[in-house]
Nanobody, 116 residues
Framework: VQLVESGGGLVQAGGSLRLSCAASGSTSYIMNMGWYRQAPGKQRELVASMCTTTSATQYADSVKGRVTISRDYALYTIYLRMNSLAAEDTAVYYC??????????WGKGTLVTVSS
């Protein structure tokens, strides 16, 4: 499975951004897709995830109400819509896919910088 993220960049505080992640390869094996982020000096943390079979979603408490994860089934692409961005959302955002064997795949990451 290969994952390619796009959509990061510089945004002002209070603004919005949409990240995209396109999966290719053995996509039929994927059971879950999601977004993680890693801020400087911090551990990587889950932002949001979606089960590919049930579409059940999970969000970190810190982003609930501001972030929406969605999926384009035809393109095997997931999106992360982020609103009301704040400085603490500045991080490298990584796309993740987990297959039926619980193997994790990662994209290279896309940087989101929120300026205050």
């Amino acid at each position: 499975v290969q994952l390619v993220e796009s959509g990061g960049g510089l945004v002002q505080a209070g603004g919005s951004l949409r990240l995209s992640c396109a999966a290719s390869g053995s996509t039929s094996y994927i059971m879950n897709m999601g977004w993680y982020r890693q801020a400087p000096g911090k551990q990587r943390e889950l932002v949001a995830s979606m089960c590919t079979t049930t579409s059940a979603t999970q969000y970190a408490d810190s982003v609930k109400g501001r972030v929406t994860i969605s999926r384009d089934y035809a393109l095997y692409t997931i999106y992360l819509r982020m609103n009301s961005l704040a400085a603490e959302d500045t991080a490298v955002y990584y796309c993740n896919a987990r297959d039926y064997r619980n193997l994790d795949y990662w994209g290279k990451g896309t940087l989101v910088t929120v300026s205050s």
